[in-house]
């Protein structure tokens, strides 16, 4: 039968003992020096108990930043607080290319009032993001991660911000990794310039091609079709045969057939650039690249045609002066050739 007696009986028995039993661990939470002798006459009402979770958290967190932030309060770092290292260009040396982003296509006159149709490219808050160690022994070779174009930190998941917390760079768009020669490494959070290419220097441009969807064997990969004659109904762009008999009684694989189209990854080589403006860090390069506007580009030094060893190019990147003007840089004359509304022949 329950006794309510007996019950408070037993709580009123049980209070000295919890009493004692809190005491040595509320003092390590107190804020004034409190004696943990029980002697002493320590009263149960001035033992100061932790927090709780929800206090300590609230507590402990830090605001985020606002627009085109700076991850978790941090300080961004830039150009002036980082030092390159003192290193020559050799013809092996391999630089690091840029992550940029399409702008479009225009008509640039060159020198000789030719009209040239150029792609701008943009290379928008381009920062260094991680380098590998890891050298690749067949190639020689290391990875660094690039990352271009501010975000907002709200658009971005903790663990890919606490990566660009890493660096000390607010969050990119477009992180894209470039193959680069040891010697050639830059320090974290380093911003590329437009200037880090020069104007008349071949460049290789590597992009993503426009998707077209799922098409059709005759425009996917330029089957003429079936006869248009008689004896041919309904199926005038079809593909035909596919397969072979019984033997090998299968569809080889890589076979030439209706699916989708675009979307793949092309290099065009051998670009010109024409015309760089520093201002805005945008670089005119000679014909089209791949891709649709304001899509995700990377810009490199061109491989079959290297630098002149008598002409290095800034290495390992560009390094603007204190007096920085800023100058828009054309392709030279001598790089365009003859001109040919010379002597009249035009």
């Given amino acids: 039968m329950f006794r309510p007696s007996l019950l ?4 009123s028995a049980a209070a000295p003992v919890r009493a004692a039993a809190a005491a040595p661990i509320a003092a390590l939470f ?3 020096a409190a004696s943990t002798d029980a002697s002493a006459g320590a009263d149960a009402s001035s033992v100061v108990f932790p927090p709780s979770q929800t206090a300590r958290h609230r507590a402990n967190r830090v605001a985020m930043p606002t627009s085109r932030g700076e991850a978790w309060g941090q300080v961004l770092v830039s150009n002036r607080d980082l030092v390159l290292p003192a290193v020559k260009w050799t013809p092996k040396s391999r630089r690091a290319g840029v992550v940029a982003r399409k702008v479009g296509m225009l008509s640039v ?3 000789h009032g030719r009209q040239v149709a150029c792609t701008a490219i943009q290379i928008e808050d381009c920062q260094v993001l991680a380098l590998n160690p890891v050298v690749n022994p067949n190639r020689g070779t290391q990875m660094l991660e ?3 174009c501010n975000r907002k930190e709200k658009s971005v998941n903790k663990p890919a911000l606490g990566h660009f917390h890493h660096a000390r760079v607010a969050p990119k768009l477009f992180v894209q990794s470039v193959e680069i020669s040891p010697d050639a490494a830059l320090p974290l959070g380093w911003s590329i310039d437009a200037r880090h290419f020069t104007a008349g220097q071949y460049v290789d441009v590597v992009g993503h091609k426009v998707g077209k969807g799922f098409q059709g064997g005759m425009k996917r990969w330029g089957f003429a079709g079936l006869s248009a004659s008689h004896g041919v109904s309904v199926s005038h762009r079809s593909i035909g045969s596919t397969g072979q008999r019984q033997d090998p009684g299968r569809v080889f694989k890589n076979k030439k057939m209706p699916g989708h189209m675009g979307t793949d990854q092309k290099t065009i080589h051998n670009l010109q650039i ?3 403006d520093p201002t805005h860090n945008v670089i005119y390069v000679r014909g089209a690249v791949p891709g649709m506007a304001e899509t995700c580009l990377i810009v490199r030094d061109a491989v079959r045609r290297p630098f002149n060893p008598e002409s290095p190019p800034p290495f390992p990147t560009f390094v603007a002066p204190s007096d920085d003007d800023k100058a828009v840089s054309v392709i030279a004359d ?3 050739g ?3 509304f010379a002597g009249g022949a035009v």
């Fill in 30 to 32: 107190s804020t004034e």
């Fill in 8 to 11: 408070k009986k037993a709580i």
């Fill in 338 to 340: 003859p001109d040919p």
């Fill in 334 to 336: 001598s790089l365009l």
């Fill in 274 to 276: 024409v015309k760089i």
């Fill in 109 to 111: 006159f060159d020198g």
């Fill in 146 to 148: 690039l990352g271009a």
